[in-house]
């Protein structure tokens, strides 16, 4: 058992930060959390108390659509609409992977800044290569992060040094899900189906892809509606969908098992009561939009309609693999949305953008992203007195940290209740 005593602030709902000054957390050893307590409970007066004095101590952010293998490429080559930019960059970079030591080399850096991010859990894109997936989920591992991490599926409108065939595709979740059964640390890593998205799927991979993900019980994740030229490409390839959504719906790819789309940034009319009816959970992913000309996803909408969004830094659409530059992008593209539609349609506030990155993301990994009893405990204790010279409330501090924070004020890091220490570069 062990008791940490700090500022502890938590989203239990998007409405209201909850805010515990000086309070306990009681973890038990198998990284749960017991309770919070304002004044700690007499029968956990025997166990030894941790206290971080007057930093804070909140939930680890969780990022719901990233790519790994671009990790080389954060901060180039934004010059470009989403499709160009997949063939001018990213599918010659992601094309690299075939190289195991080239793979060792970028995706250690990148498993280390996910950690110096204070991302303690992530759902991954690899590439279509099976054995450098292989070693990225073992990288995952080592760290002590948990991931849900997906070997890509491509064989159609791509290149030919980065398609696998479907037989390929299959045996290579097989071969995924085997290891991590046998190497996998508690659960933190899993895999998870990836459809790169609809235009690089043939339909009959698409369909065993539907079929692998409901035989091993695994969830999926793709991309919605990210583009328009994207939307009018699928179009023209599927002309007997009635939607983007409804592709991946009809191959059992759309809610069967949990999904993540990410951007739907043009979902709306059937595509949108797909996504309510069938649960699956929107990724927001700000900074890749923004720096894509993808165009604003409607967030306020779905998140009044209901739907579950979470956020992503869709490294390297998104320049910043950190969470707080996506609350930031999401704050300040919902505002794009309430001057364009003259204040008739409210922009996000820092205590929901802040839900989005630890709660609502977390939601995938089970009880995961915030400081309630039955909740496993990612945390991050944040030090922000250079911050905090003029006595701010606790409300102002977590303002300020979400826009003026970064990786330097992250002074311990926590994934279900374990400290995890710098891993390798």
Known sequence: MKIYRANLVFTPS???????????????????????????????????????????????????????????????????????????????????????????????????????????????????????????????????????????????????????????????????????DRHGKQGLVQPIVTPRFVPSCTPDMLAALGKIAHELNLPVQSHLSENKNEVAWVKQLEPDSTCYGDVYDRHGLFGQQPTLMAHCCYSEGEELELIKRNHITVVHCPMSNSNLASGIAPIRHFMNDGVHVALGTDVSGGHNMSMLRAMQYAIQVSKVHYGNSQGKIPFLTSCEVFYLATKAGGAFFGKVGSFEPGYEFDALLIDDTYLNYDHYTLQQRIERYIYLGDDRDIRRRFCRGQELCEPKM
């Open 14 to 180: 998007c409405d209201a930060f909850c805010m515990l000054p000086r309070g306990y957390v009681v973890v038990n050893d198998a990284g749960v959390i017991e309770g919070v307590y304002e004044q700690l409970p007499a029968q956990w007066s025997a166990v030894p108390v941790e206290d971080f004095g007057d930093k804070l101590l909140i939930p680890a952010f969780n990022d719901l659509h990233i790519h790994a293998p671009q990790y080389r490429n954060l901060g180039l080559a934004l010059d470009l609409e989403l499709l160009p930019w997949l063939n001018t960059y990213t599918f010659p970079e992601e094309a690299k992977f075939c190289d195991l030591q080239y793979a060792k080399r970028i995706y250690r850096r990148f498993v280390h800044e996910l950690w110096m991010q204070g991302t303690m859990r992530s759902a991954v894109f690899a590439t279509a290569h099976t054995e450098a997936t292989l070693l990225l989920a073992d990288l995952f591992i080592e760290a002590g992060l948990g991931a849900y991490i997906g070997l890509v599926g491509m064989n159609r409108n791509s290149p030919d040094n980065l398609r696998n065939t479907t037989d390929q595709l299959i045996q290579g979740i097989r071969d995924l899900k085997t290891h991590l």
